[in-house]
């Protein structure tokens, strides 16, 4: 299978400023997630790939395709994009349908497939209400829902979580892995960390125009060498566990406080054999251990500092 | 570190909406902008006051053809006195009072039309469509064209017929078979460059009010600007660069109708030409940047 999304030494610049420098990215069928700061180029790479931007250098191609003016690409696009302040006096079914005319249905087509995705987003109850009266989370609905009107293979959302309290994020991030298993392609571009891991662990780390790395968090972390490791234990035998890991190669540093004591290791693993170890062999009471970077999160504050 | 997932079928989407693609892509943008205003309260009262010139000049035609028409009574007699003719000046009357009216009409329709899409963003979304922005700026244009036409040709047209239907033979079509030709020609002269203009100050304001504003603003300035040269200069003819002067002298010709200015009609086209020209290069510059987001 080829990728769908397949870029080559792309580049952006407006003037002096380089909004995307050399970026090779290929993206297949599947949820993936476009992280960076603000001002890392993700909207720029947004835009590239609706064709809305041409690159100022190399090329970008969807579905063996080159994007810009070929409007048969884009038809197998849905676009989400980041603001929500739409005609407010227009209600959902509304919005919906006029976009989706734009897409090249007719009428009818427009108004059923509209009621069809309106329903499958949730907001069949209040479609026929004016968006001025919609909840955040409710625009983000109905933008959802004018994205995927037209069955698109690809759907590209900025920042689609934004905004949504937990119930409204967690329908979405549902719906999104459900239109991943139906086959489609899914791009997410958020700066938010924790909303990209909780729905891909594919991602793709931007910043400042350039590509830090890319592929699943995991494999991410695991190349990254030297990056140390924080192991939290929680315990009332913080100092025995110490004494028991001092030893372990790799090791960095002890941190204690009055809960238990933080390792910094750059060999996790000899580290939680050490502790096992103790545990097993008594005299060690371990309440909690936790990894407290092995999330985004901390890969993403180590990739950029 | 290519980003792959492969564990997903392949999608099979519905495509049978797609069979029945609309060729005229910018008939969706049309027709989301007509519902957009029909739907405001203030369009509508615009839309029956801009009518009402097309009545009077109805009742007119009735009046000369049918009222004076009667052998005896007082109404007769004084409608006989008044001496309105059907003539080729009563059309061009008709379409020159209708301008002020759809001049307003226009005015309301298009300072929204651009500036709406550019606050809102919206052109993210269209040009995420199957849309160009050639597409999208047809759609805009011929929204005000097509308004600007319908309440300007069509009712010339309108009156025409309704003058036909009213004589009693064909002396009448066969004196002024030009005139619904005539009255095209002037609707088109007077909306085109309206619409250009009134749109590129749309595209350039980021609210309605402020594009408004901008068109009367340069009207006003234009006429101060062409009396003072004409007062300046003493001469006449400057007045042309005036640019509703310059599309009335267009209309006079059109319509045989002697004009108080000593210009020919190709140099009061010309400044016709060269308002719908700036209009339309400012509208295509304006969307082509949105490029660098607008």
């Not at chain 1, 991410?220 to 890991?245: L, Q």
């Not at chain 2, 002396?171 to 020609?185: D, K």
Request: glycine share 8%; proline share 4%; with cysteine.
């Amino acid at each position: 299978m080829s990728a769908i999304l397949k870029t080559s030494s792309l580049s952006k610049w407006f003037g002096e400023v380089v909004a995307l420098n050399g970026i090779d990215i290929e993206i297949g069928v599947g949820i993936t997630g476009i992280l960076g700061p603000n001002g890392a180029g993700k909207s720029t790479l947004m835009n590239l790939i609706t064709g809305q931007l041409s690159p100022s250098k190399g090329s970008l191609t969807l579905f063996g395709e080159q994007i810009r003016n070929n409007l048969g690409v884009l038809r197998r696009i849905g676009y989400v994009p980041e603001q929500d302040r739409f005609w407010d006096e227009v209600t959902g079914y509304e919005f919906v349908t006029r976009l989706a005319g734009l897409t090249g249905m007719s009428i009818r087509d427009a108004k059923i497939r509209s009621k069809r995705v309106i329903e499958r987003v949730g907001l069949a109850d209040r479609c026929h209400t004016p968006i001025g009266s919609y909840s955040r989370g409710m625009r983000q609905r109905i933008k959802l829902a004018q994205a995927l009107v037209h069955d698109p293979d690809l759907l590209l959302l900025d920042e689609p979580l934004t905004g949504l309290d937990p119930l409204g994020r967690q329908e979405t991030i549902e719906l999104l892995r459900e239109l991943a298993d139906e086959g489609r392609t899914i791009v997410v571009a958020s700066h938010v960390l924790h909303e990209v891991e909780s729905l891909t662990s594919e991602v793709i780390l931007l910043v400042r125009g350039r590509i830090l790395a890319s592929g699943e968090v995991k494999s991410i972390r695991a190349h990254i060498e030297n990056f140390p490791h924080t192991i939290h234990c929680r315990s009332v035998d913080a100092r025995e566990i110490g004494k028991r890991v001092v030893a372990t190669p790799g090791l960095i540093g002890l941190d204690f406080d009055d809960q238990g004591v933080a390792i910094k290791t750059q060999d996790p693993a000899a580290v939680y054999a050490a502790i096992t170890d103790a545990v097993v062999a008594g005299g060690v009471t371990l309440d909690r251990l936790s990894a407290a970077d092995d999330d985004l999160d901390a890969v993403f504050k180590y990739l950029v500092r | 570190m290519p980003v792959f997932k492969q564990s997903y079928p392949t999608w099979r989407p519905d495509r049978r909406a797609g069979a029945q693609r609309t060729r005229v892509r910018w008939l969706p943008i049309v027709r989301r902008e007509l519902e957009q205003l029909v739907s405001q309260r203030g369009f509508k009262v615009l839309l029956v006051v801009a009518a009402l010139p097309v009545l009077v000049h109805l009742l007119q035609i009735y009046s000369v053809n049918k009222l004076a028409a009667e052998p005896n009574g007082d109404l007769a007699a004084m409608l006989r006195n008044v001496a309105i003719t059907i003539d080729a000046e009563f059309f061009f009357g008709f379409l020159h009072v209708q301008t002020y009216f759809v001049f307003v009409l226009m005015l309301y329709a298009s300072s929204g039309l651009l500036c709406d899409d550019i606050r809102l963003n919206l052109a993210e979304v269209y040009f995420s469509k199957p849309l160009t922005k050639r597409d999208y700026l047809l759609g805009k244009v011929v929204t005000v064209v097509g308004l600007g036409l319908t309440y300007t040709a069509l009712p010339a047209l309108f009156l025409f017929g309704a003058q036909l239907m009213m004589v009693p033979d064909a002396e009448y079509l066969r004196a002024n078979w030009w005139v619904p030709l005539s009255s095209l020609a002037f609707a088109l002269v007077f909306v085109i460059p309206t619409a250009f203009a009134t749109l590129a100050c749309s595209a350039l304001t980021s609210s309605r009010r402020y594009a408004a504003a901008a068109v009367i603003t340069l009207l006003v300035a234009n006429g101060f600007v062409a009396t003072l040269l004409s007062d300046i200069l003493n001469r006449r003819s400057v007045s042309i660069i005036n640019v509703p002067e310059a599309m009335g002298r267009v209309g006079e010709s059109l319509f045989s109708v002697e004009s108080y200015i000593p210009l020919g009609w190709p140099w009061a086209m010309a400044v016709v030409v060269g308002v719908a020209v700036i209009g339309c290069t400012v509208l295509v510059h304006r969307i082509n940047r949105v490029e660098a987001g607008l």
